[in-house]
C-alpha cells in the first residue's frame, strides 16, 4: 500500500497512526486524536482496480451508534459514488466490533474515501478504525 498511495487523514492519535490500520500485522488501530466526525481518504497514485474491501471496526468502552461512509471517485476525487452507508450500535457488553467484508467491481479507483460519524447522537465519542484491507 505505501507505493501505491497516500493517505490523508482529518486527525490521528501518535500511539494509534493510520499505518496501524493499513498494515498487516499492526495491533492497535488507528484512532483520532479528538471526537467527532473524521475522515481517511487513500489516494492512489495510478487507478486501482479494487474487487474487495475489509473494514473492521472495534469500540469496547462506550456504548454507541456509529455511521460510516465508504465512497470512491474514478477522477481524482471530482465526483464520489457510495459504496455503502451503514450504522452500527456498539455496546461493549455483547456487540464491541463490526466487520464488512465488502465484494465490489470498482475498475479505477484514484480516491477511496471513509468517513465516520463515531456517534450519531452528537456524543463526545473518538472514531477509530481496527482494520482497512483491500485486494
Given at each position: 500500500?505505501?507505493?501505491?498511495?497516500?493517505?490523508?487523514?482529518?486527525?490521528?492519535?501518535?500511539?494509534?497512526?493510520?499505518?496501524?490500520?493499513?498494515?498487516?500485522?499492526?495491533?492497535?488501530?488507528?484512532?483520532?486524536?479528538?471526537?467527532?466526525?473524521?475522515?481517511?481518504?487513500?489516494?492512489?497514485?495510478?487507478?486501482?482496480?479494487?474487487?474487495?474491501?475489509?473494514?473492521?471496526?472495534?469500540?469496547?468502552?462506550?456504548?454507541?451508534?456509529?455511521?460510516?461512509?465508504?465512497?470512491?471517485?474514478?477522477?481524482?476525487?471530482?465526483?464520489?459514488?457510495?459504496?455503502?452507508?451503514?450504522?452500527?450500535?456498539?455496546?461493549?457488553?455483547?456487540?464491541?466490533?463490526?466487520?464488512e467484508?465488502?465484494?465490489?467491481?470498482?475498475?479505477?479507483?484514484?480516491?477511496?474515501?471513509?468517513?465516520?460519524?463515531?456517534?450519531?447522537?452528537?456524543?463526545?465519542?473518538?472514531?477509530?478504525?481496527?482494520k482497512?484491507?483491500?485486494?
Open positions: 500500500m505505501e507505493a501505491l498511495a497516500e493517505v490523508e487523514i482529518t486527525s490521528e492519535d501518535a500511539d494509534h497512526p493510520i499505518e496501524s490500520a493499513l498494515l498487516p500485522g499492526s495491533p492497535s488501530g488507528w484512532r483520532a486524536a479528538g471526537p467527532g466526525e473524521q475522515k481517511i481518504r487513500i489516494l492512489f497514485a495510478d487507478p486501482q482496480q479494487l474487487r474487495r474491501i475489509c473494514l473492521n471496526f472495534v469500540e469496547t468502552h462506550t456504548e454507541r451508534t456509529q455511521e460510516y461512509v465508504l465512497r470512491w471517485s474514478p477522477d481524482g476525487g471530482q465526483s464520489f459514488r457510495e459504496i455503502v452507508r451503514q450504522q452500527w450500535n456498539f455496546n461493549p457488553q455483547g456487540a464491541s466490533s463490526e466487520t467484508d465488502l465484494h465490489v467491481e470498482l475498475p479505477a479507483v484514484t480516491v477511496l474515501e471513509l468517513h465516520i460519524i463515531p456517534d450519531i447522537s452528537g456524543g463526545n465519542a473518538f472514531a477509530s478504525l481496527e482497512l484491507r483491500l485486494a
